[in-house]
């Protein structure tokens, strides 16, 4: 299994050396990804920027969005360009994660609809597989990225099996573990090849104000889930201990990659991880 780390673009006061820093020291640590969030009435930087300048600091490690929320972009066009640019800069380290999105006030301000935005989202992968192939638009590719959708749905894996490579979920191993079983079988029944891709996203703060820092990130991000916010905090992996043992469990649970999200923009927070990671071997 694969572990990678979240860039803290979605952590309110995150610098842009913060991020640079995050970038190169997830780098020379060995970790496999680098995975931004999506928000748009959030004050965090928009992913597709913060990837382009971590492609410029980094070489070799993958850049993931996990995830973008496709259908609150009404520019399909201009994001097929923007995404095969950062495909063609990084030298096809692009991991491309999608979703339909779960708040009506990023559709509001981007003007486009919070209905029907699933049926939107399967007409913007379609129109991205077309537009990267025919190189209408940006650069041409010699191979286009990876597509990973995400959602908590059965259509966002009926998604998956259409459109894209694998599903990213946001669960406990548990809950992951019946997930990945649940696409593995709607892949199959879909008479695609091969296996989908399954990413975990699990979020980590360490050190002494770990809970803190944890309880403040999370309940603010996730305010507009209600009740569901204090799982979301209460679920975050908060000791070295919680990490080590995450990573034992999503592995049981099938998961091909576990990506390791901050709640604080400290680069001591990476630190401390890349140490835990370094002694699992």
């Not at 259908?71 to 096809?92: F, I, K, P």
């Not at 905090?233 to 995450?246: C, H, N, P, Q």
Request: include cysteine; charge should be negative.
């Amino acid at each position: 299994m694969d572990i990678s780390v979240g860039l803290p673009n979605s952590v309110p006061g995150a610098s842009g050396a913060d991020l640079l820093t995050w970038a190169r020291l997830a780098e020379e640590a060995g970790f496999a990804s680098l995975s931004v969030g999506d928000r748009l009435v959030w004050p965090g930087t928009e992913p597709l920027l913060t990837l382009a300048a971590a492609a410029a600091a980094t070489e070799r490690i993958r850049l993931s969005l996990d995830v973008l929320i496709a259908s609150a972009r009404a520019d399909v066009a201009l994001l097929a360009a923007q995404t095969a640019t950062l495909q063609h800069l990084s030298g096809g380290r692009l991991v491309l994660g999608v979703g339909a999105g779960g708040r009506s006030d990023d559709f509001e301000v981007s003007g486009t609809s919070f209905a029907g935005r699933g049926k939107r989202l399967d007409e913007t992968l379609l129109a991205l597989r077309s537009l990267w192939s025919s190189g209408t638009v940006g650069p041409a590719l010699d191979q286009q990225p990876p597509v990973l959708i995400g959602g908590r749905t059965d259509a966002a894996l009926e998604r998956m099996a259409r459109h894209g490579d694998g599903t990213v979920v946001v669960a406990p191993p548990a809950q992951f573990a019946a997930r990945a079983a649940q696409a593995r079988s709607v892949w199959e029944a879909a008479r695609r090849d091969g296996q989908p891709k399954l990413v975990a996203y699990s979020y980590f703060a360490l050190g002494s104000s770990a809970v803190e820092l944890a309880e403040k990130q999370l309940l603010s991000y996730y305010a507009f889930m209600g009740p569901m916010a204090s799982m979301f905090a209460g679920s975050a992996l908060t000791s070295e201990d919680a990490v080590t043992a995450a990573v034992a469990a999503y592995q049981e649970a099938g998961a091909d990659e576990l990506v390791l999200v901050p709640c604080s923009s400290s680069p001591d927070q990476l630190t401390q991880l890349a140490k835990v990671v370094k002694d699992l071997g």
